[in-house]
């Protein structure tokens, strides 16, 4: 118990609940990011356990660049455009394999293609 102004008060969390009583709803699975983004794993498509999303250094290194390279490239429009979530910059990591396999065009052929549907592998 934590007192508060005089008065006993429980813990958030875990600790709140008796020791020999589980809690009535599971937790659902927690999948990770690289970005740092938290979701519930069942709102993913793929359980390949790799991250869906890379930050720069991660998308850097798939392609076999430094991370100083990689945003060069990006801000001259040389690879696929990123996702922004909140303050984050991310590329999904499908997206960069398909990317990959289709020779590295720059960012607007890749996105003609993908208009037209001739990047899908």
Sequence with gaps: MIQ??????RPFGAEAR???RQAADPQPEIFSFACGWNLPAV???SATGQP???SAGQAAELCGVSEP???R???AKE???PAKFGGRTCWHR?????WLAAGLPARETWEAMNARGLSDG
């Design 4 to 9: 508060t102004n005089g008065k006993p008060r």
């Design 18 to 20: 008796p020791p020999n």
């Design 43 to 45: 709102s993913l498509p």
């Design 52 to 54: 869906m999303l890379l």
């Design 69 to 71: 390279t990689w945003w």
């Design 73 to 75: 490239r990006n801000s």
């Design 79 to 81: 690879v696929p455009a």
């Design 94 to 98: 499908l997206e960069l394999e398909r």
